[in-house]
Structures are given as structure tokens and as C-alpha cells.
């Protein structure tokens, strides 16, 4: 794509700027692109553009958002996955995405999780349990694998 103009290539100069800090969406590139105030009829262009030139890659941008919100807040699958739903990421990004996050390494980062959060409990009852389900929902762990690790946990 060619800019048409000077407000069309200063718009797309900040886009690339904004895609080079860090990894970014299309919806991210879009909200940026309303926001600084940029017409309608140039931002479909420059998102073009971007992908063109790599700075945009929902692909990469799933796989990176996966593996990084795992590793750093230590996300759940379910929670990642409605992000990046959120982020208007296609279901095939998506999916390709949650194969950053290895097996192994998500049931120990869930055990850690439980192991962490059992030593704080001093008599653990029926409402300590309730919490701690509740707390490993909200950062998007999936129920079944929850019980489980508390079910070894209670013994």
C-alpha cells in the first residue's frame, strides 16, 4: 500500500512505531489508530500495510500472548482464551497460541498454585476450599484439573 498523503503516512509511521515497541493486535493497532484521531477510510489501509511489512502477525501475536501470560501471571488456558477473544483473535490463532504452553509445565505451575495457597491456611475448611477454587477460576484454570489437585492435597 501506498500512503496517499502526508496525514496518511505520518498515521502509518506511528503504527509501525506502535507494532515495533511490542508485539500488538489488530484491534490494539485499531483502538491506537481511532484514538490518535486518524479517518476511518485510512486505517483498513494501514492495517493492510502493516501485515505486509510483518509488523502486524495475529498468529505470532497469539503465540506470544499465550506463552507470556502463562509464564508471567501464570494464566490459566481458559482465562488466555477469552482474552484473546477479547482481542477479536481468530479461533485457528488462538488454538495455534495455546501450544505454547507445555503440558508439564502447566500442571506444575497449577500445583504450585495450590501448594502455595494451601500453606497460607491454617484450618482448612469447607469456605478455604470454596476460596481457593474460586481463585484458581478467576486466573482461568480449568475446574476439573482444579479438584484434582486439590483432592491431593486434602489427604
Known sequence: ??????????????????????ERCQSEVR???????????????????LIVDDYLNELRFAQLYAGGKFRMKRWGRIKIKQKLFEKKISERCVREGMKEINENDYADTLTRLVEARWKNLKNID???????????QSKGYESDLIYKEMKRYSK
Open 126 to 136: 469447607v469456605k478455604d476450599k470454596a476460596s481457593m477454587l474460586r481463585y484458581l
Open 31 to 49: 483502538n491506537m489508530l481511532y484514538e490518535k484521531g486518524v479517518h476511518r477510510d485510512y486505517i483498513e489501509g494501514i492495517i493492510s500495510s
Open 1 to 22: 500500500m501506498v500512503p496517499q498523503d502526508n496525514l496518511e503516512l505520518a498515521a502509518l509511521n506511528k503504527a509501525r512505531k506502535y507494532c515495533a515497541y511490542k
